[in-house]
Each structure stands twice: as structure tokens, then as C-alpha cells.
T-cell receptor
Framework: GQNIDQPTEMTATEGAIVQINCTYQ??????LFWYQQHAGEAPTFLSY??LDGLEEKGRFSSFLSRSKGYSYLLLKELQMKDSASYLC??????????WGAGTKLIIKP | GAVVSQHPSRVICKSGTSVKIECRSL??????MFWYRQFPKQSLMLMAT?????????EQGVEKDKFLINHASLTLSTLTVTSAHPEDSSFYIC?????????????FGPGTRLTVT
């Protein structure tokens, strides 16, 4: 079957760094997506990885290891506005997104 | 990135009535759109995949006669919740898939919060 696993909730301090892990099992693979979703709002696209390695985009970086079925989202210099849910999604061979349940990130001052 | 709009953003209706939600891709053509439902503190649940000019593909457990989907053009898909009941109250989000270079990206509309009284 297809499955995405990510932690339910994480807590971090403003200004610090946090890494949100995601493991996936899909029928075929066409990339790994990370989305941010604030409470009451729709998800917004953060990153896409299809090749192994690290993609950096400002304060956010995303890493992929296809052989391990593993990805992480790294957030640096955390700000209070980063408090949100972070959704990991893998695209399968049919180009359908398989969604994780999301990781709620709580930022404390 | 590509922009997807959704209308209305909020709707309150009485039990037994029908509600139509529109999803538009504003600056691109979307051959495939997706409809999701999200209950509080839960993840997105895919309801159906909508391809322009053909019948939508519904996920298991989603009643196609209750959730009518029409994808009549490359920029518009509609979801009609027929004979709505309080348990249909939820956050409905549409998404459009677009080919970006050699891979697909998926962009979301802002969502529609439906409350059935």
C-alpha cells in the first residue's frame, strides 16, 4: 500500500532550527512535495524534490533520499509566523499526490 | 506560482439545500483539478479527480450523486453538494495540477468553508 509518515506535532523556539522528517512508500515515484498550511487556510506550496539531495530556498530547505524513501524539511531562523502545519506529499506513478497527515509546528518565543 | 481561485469562501446553508462551489485557474489551463475535504485538525482527504471534458473519478466512499463535479472548461471546475446535511459541514479545497517544466506542480484554491444548519 501507499503510506506517508510524519510526526504529528513538533515544538521549537523562535530563532532556532527545526527539521521535520517524512518517510514515504508509494507505487512509483514522481517527486516529493512540502506544503505549509495555516489554520483555516488552504495549503501553500513550499518545495519539490525529485532528485536526491538538498534544495535550499531562503530559510527553508528540503532534502530527499529516494533509496531510503525519506525527506525532510528544514526551517532556519524560525519566526512566530512559521507556526503552521507542514504537509508532506509524494507523487505516485499516476501523478497523484499521496498526503501525510501533517506535522503541526508550534513556535515558542 | 499559478493562481487558483475558489468561490464562495464561506457559505451557510440550510439542511436539504444544494450548494455550488466554483474553482478557477486564473492564469493557466488545468486539465486536471482535484477536490479535497478537510475536517478540523485532520489532513486533506481527496474526494475526486476531475479531468476536463470527462466524468470525475471519485475516491472510495465518496457519493458521486451527492457531490456533483463538473469540469466543463480548462479553467473551471464546480462541486455541487446536493441535499446538504450538517455532517457535510467541512472545509472544501480545490487544487489544479499544472506541468512545470518536466514535472507537475499542484496549486490550491483558498478553500470554501461550508456550514450546514
Amino acid at each position: 500500500g501507499q503510506n506517508i509518515d510524519q510526526p504529528t506535532e513538533m515544538t521549537a523556539t523562535e530563532g532556532a532550527i527545526v527539521q521535520i522528517n517524512c518517510t514515504y512508500q508509494t507505487s512509483g515515484f514522481n517527486g516529493l512535495f512540502w506544503y505549509q498550511q495555516h489554520a483555516g487556510e488552504a495549503p501553500t506550496f513550499l518545495s519539490y524534490n525529485v532528485l536526491d539531495g538538498l534544495e535550499e530556498k531562503g530559510r527553508f530547505s528540503s532534502f530527499l533520499s529516494r533509496s531510503k524513501g525519506y525527506s525532510y524539511l528544514l526551517l532556519k531562523e524560525l519566526q512566530m509566523k512559521d507556526s503552521a502545519s507542514y504537509l508532506c506529499a509524494a507523487m505516485d506513478s499516476n501523478y497523484q499526490l499521496i498526503w501525510g497527515a501533517g506535522t503541526k509546528l508550534i513556535i515558542k518565543p | 506560482g499559478a493562481v487558483v481561485s475558489q468561490h464562495p469562501s464561506r457559505v451557510i446553508c440550510k439542511s436539504g439545500t444544494s450548494v455550488k462551489i466554483e474553482c478557477r485557474s486564473l492564469d493557466f489551463q488545468a486539465t486536471t483539478m482535484f477536490w479535497y475535504r478537510q475536517f478540523p485538525k485532520q489532513s486533506l482527504m481527496l474526494m475526486a479527480t476531475s479531468n476536463e471534458g470527462s466524468k470525475a473519478t471519485y475516491e472510495q466512499g465518496v457519493e458521486k450523486d451527492k457531490f456533483l463535479i463538473n469540469h466543463a472548461s480548462l479553467t473551471l471546475s464546480t462541486l455541487t453538494v446536493t441535499s446538504a446535511h450538517p455532517e457535510d459541514s467541512s472545509f472544501y479545497i480545490c487544487s489544479a495540477r499544472v506541468l512545470a517544466g518536466s514535472y507537475y506542480e499542484q496549486y490550491f484554491g483558498p478553500g470554501t468553508r461550508l456550514t450546514v444548519t
